[in-house]
């Protein structure tokens, strides 16, 4: 790829900018889970476009249009698909009909309006018509097992090779990106470098299997402590009392703090 990496005093620059313009937006986006996606987006793994599902109010597209612009020439596009509709049945204390306006408003003051290419639907009325090579998949959208999955199935085969694919809410009471993360992610042996961020999970794909003994041992790891989250939140159901404690108590056992610059360039190098 013929771009420069930035250093991580460029990096941590573009972070303080990027945060307190975030400071002034609604959203369920979390500074940690904010500050990775501005890693992922302005140090490539791959070429090719940035690809999100779930925008609501533009909190995340605008930290993404934003780094994009340090990938140089590996980043060919930014697309924001959502509806904008609510209530949803894991998205519901939207007060008003629609949050297009909204979004359209923040996009607008952060100055990226031009950069992002907006549909206005749901994920799969966008697939039939998708050709684009995806270097950055955030699936932000419909957090039931069904809707992650489709998601998933609809646009990994886009996926460029080295490409980064994340899910929202991986660590949450939501059963959906957590189980197909567990299954079509860690188990699949065409995903290696992985981690969470917050609630987000992450790993990069890779068209040949891996067979690196370190990275397998990883996902092994991950994936046993995966399943016990997932056997408590796997009927759908809002979780209380003890199972909710357990819950908790598990998920502090995945390390899921900031990543550092250059653990991120030792991981897409």
Not at 3 to 12: A, G, L
Not at 40 to 56: D, K, Q
Not at 76 to 104: I, K, M, N, Q, R
Not at 239 to 263: A, E
Request: charged share 25%; aromatic share 10%; glycine share 6%.
């Amino acid at each position: 790829m013929s771009h420069k990496i930035i250093s991580e005093q460029d990096f941590d620059q573009l972070w303080e900018q990027t945060s307190k313009t975030l400071q002034t937006m609604a959203g369920h986006l979390t500074d940690t889970e904010a500050r990775f996606l501005t890693m992922a987006a302005a140090i490539p793994a791959s070429r090719g476009v940035i690809l999100e599902i779930g925008s609501f109010k533009g909190r995340s597209t605008i930290a993404l249009a934003k780094a994009a612009e340090k990938a140089g020439s590996a980043h060919t596009g930014l697309w924001a698909v959502d509806p904008f509709t609510s209530p949803t049945e894991t998205c519901p204390d939207l007060e008003v009909p629609s949050s297009y306006p909204e979004f359209c408003d923040n996009l607008k003051r952060a100055g990226v309006t031009d950069q992002v290419e907006v549909f206005q639907g749901f994920s799969y009325d966008l697939a039939p018509t998708w050709k684009e090579k995806i270097r950055f998949l955030w699936i932000d959208g419909d957090h039931t097992y069904k809707g992650a999955k489709t998601d998933f199935d609809l646009f990994s085969p886009f996926l460029e090779d080295g490409a980064i694919i994340a899910f929202h809410d991986t660590l949450h009471s939501h059963d959906g990106p957590c189980r197909v993360f567990a299954n079509d992610i860690l188990l699949s042996p065409n995903f290696g470098e992985c981690g969470f961020s917050g609630s987000i999970a992450w790993a990069r794909y890779h068209k040949q299997p891996v067979t690196d003994e370190t990275l397998l041992a990883k996902k092994r790891s991950l994936y046993k402590k995966l399943c016990k989250l997932v056997a408590i939140t796997c009927l759908g159901q809002e979780i209380s009392g003890l199972p909710k404690l357990q819950y908790r108590v598990l998920r502090l056992l995945i390390p899921h703090g900031n990543i550092k610059h250059q653990d991120w360039i030792k991981a897409v190098a």
